[in-house]
C-alpha cells in the first residue's frame, strides 16, 4: 500500500515568488492536512480537507492557501514568499476522525 | 487553549539503557486524543500510537510502552532497552474537540540519542 507522497521533495525559490507543493493521500483517506514545520516555532498547522471543503485552518496569512480535488490529492499554495516560509511542509493523510494520522517526508522549501 | 508540553529538548543515553519521554498536555475538552510520532532524520514523521481520552490503560508495544495518566495529564513515553536506531526527535501530539476540528496540536520534540 502506498504512503502519503509528496512532490517535490526540495525546492529552492527566490523571495516574492510564489510556489505550488503537492499532496497524494494514501488511497481511500479523505483528509488531508498540511503543517509547517521550522526550528524556531516547530510544527505548526496549516489547514485541513475533507472531500474537497477545507475544515479547518490554522493561524497563518492568507498567502497560504490549498485545495483538494476529488480524488484526494490536495496542493498547497504559497504567494509573495518571504525568507520566513523556509520550512518542512508536511502533508497527512487520514481515513477519518478516529484514526492516526499518516504523513509524508515532506517537501523542504528554501527561500532565498 | 490546547497545548502540549515535552520539557526534554534533548536527551543522550547510551545503548540498553532505559529512558522516559514525558509529555504533558493541556486542554479543557473531555474528548481528545493523544499521539506520539517519531522523526528520524530523513524527516518524515512516523505514527507510533494513538491514545483517546476515555482509555487510560497503558500499552506496550515490544520495546516500546506508553503510560497515560489523566489525573497529572500526562502521556509518557518510555523505551526499553534503547537501540542507536531509535535516535530520532520523537513529538507528542493532541487533537481535541470535535470531529469539525482535526488540527494536531505538537510539542516542540525531544531529540533522543542513543549512543553505541
Known amino acids: 500500500k502506498a504512503g502519503v507522497t509528496q512532490t517535490p521533495r526540495y525546492l529552492i525559490k527566490t523571495r516574492g515568488q510564489q510556489v505550488t507543493l503537492s499532496c497524494s493521500p494514501i488511497?481511500?483517506?479523505?483528509?488531508v492536512s498540511w503543517y509547517q514545520q521550522t526550528p524556531g516555532q516547530g510544527l505548526q498547522f496549516l489547514f485541513e480537507?475533507?472531500?474537497?471543503?477545507?475544515?479547518n485552518k490554522g493561524n497563518f496569512p492568507g498567502r497560504f492557501s490549498g485545495r483538494q480535488f476529488s480524488n484526494s490529492r490536495s496542493e498547497m499554495n504559497v504567494s509573495t514568499l518571504e525568507l520566513g516560509d523556509s520550512a518542512l511542509y508536511l502533508c497527512a493523510s487520514s481515513p477519518s476522525y478516529s484514526y492516526g494520522y499518516t504523513f509524508g517526508s515532506g517537501t523542504r522549501l528554501t527561500v532565498v | 487553549a490546547q497545548k502540549v508540553t515535552q520539557a526534554q529538548t534533548e536527551i543522550s543515553v547510551v545503548e540498553k539503557e532505559d529512558v522516559t519521554l514525558d509529555c504533558v498536555y493541556e486542554t479543557r475538552d473531555t474528548t481528545y486524543y493523544l499521539f506520539w510520532y517519531k522523526q528520524p532524520p530523513s524527516g518524515e514523521l512516523v505514527f507510533l500510537i494513538r491514545r483517546n481520552s476515555f482509555d487510560e490503560q497503558n500499552e506496550i508495544s515490544g520495546r516500546y510502552s506508553w503510560n497515560f495518566q489523566k489525573s497529572t495529564s500526562s502521556f509518557n513515553f518510555t523505551i526499553t532497552a534503547s537501540q542507536v536506531v531509535d535516535s530520532a526527535v520523537y513529538f507528542c501530539a493532541l487533537r481535541w474537540g470535535d470531529t469539525g476540528r482535526r488540527a494536531l496540536t505538537f510539542g516542540s520534540g525531544t531529540r533522543l540519542q542513543v549512543q553505541p
Open positions: 480537507y475533507f472531500s474537497e471543503t477545507q475544515r
Open positions: 488511497s481511500g483517506h479523505r483528509s
